[in-house]
């Protein structure tokens, strides 16, 4: 048997030693999390980097038929990538932020969903490197339409409604939440 090992990254270029926060349940977000310096230049209160890392293993005959594969989804927040302005930070921009990386979440709880579906063929790496290409697509517009629908988390009431949306749609996907 031969096994192939692949990883990609999805939403953020970063260094390969570059810490990194993996999404739990039980850790919420603090601003000491947030360790870059802030960007004058930007109208935002904080940015929260995360993504989602990726990486498959493939089990082949001698004959190259595809007999088994293994996928491992993360998402991660990064530290050193994410920053906050001291005076305007407060609890519900905090909020605003996890919800970000909740959203990264959210969108890894579907790539497991959509890895959970495929069945083991020939064609397999290219249907794991599809699924891969699209689901780096869809947060980052999600990512962007909560920060305008929000204001960037000035819009209370949009904020709640997002925060409910987000937490409802984490439940539904409860199977593929990442393992701690």
């Known amino acids: ?66 007999v088994s594969f293994t996928s491992e989804v993360h998402a991660h927040f990064y530290p050193e990538q994410s920053w906050y302005k001291v005076e305007q930070a407060d609890d519900y921009a905090l909020g605003h932020e996890q919800l970000h990386f909740y959203i990264t979440e959210l969108y890894a709880r579907k790539f497991r969903e959509r890895i959970s579906e495929l069945r083991v063929s020939n064609n397999i790496r290219k249907e794991l490197k599809g699924i891969h290409e699209n689901i780096n697509k869809e947060p980052s517009e999600i990512q962007s339409a909560y920060d305008y629908e929000t204001d960037y988390s000035r819009n209370y009431e949009t904020q709640d409604k997002s925060s409910a949306f987000i937490r409802l749609e984490l439940q539904k996907l409860a199977t593929y939440k990442s393992i701690e």
Do not use: Y
Not at 10 to 36: I, M, N, T, Y
Not at 37 to 63: H, L, R, V, W
């Open 1 to 66: 048997m031969l096994k192939v090992i692949l990883l990609f990254c999805g939403f953020l270029f970063f260094k390969q030693d570059e810490p990194v926060l993996s999404w739990s349940e039980v850790h919420r977000l603090s601003w000491a999390d947030f360790k870059s310096k802030p960007n004058d230049n930007e109208n935002a209160a904080a940015i929260t980097a995360s993504g989602i890392t990726f990486g498959f293993s493939i089990t082949q005959t001698d004959k190259n038929q595809v």
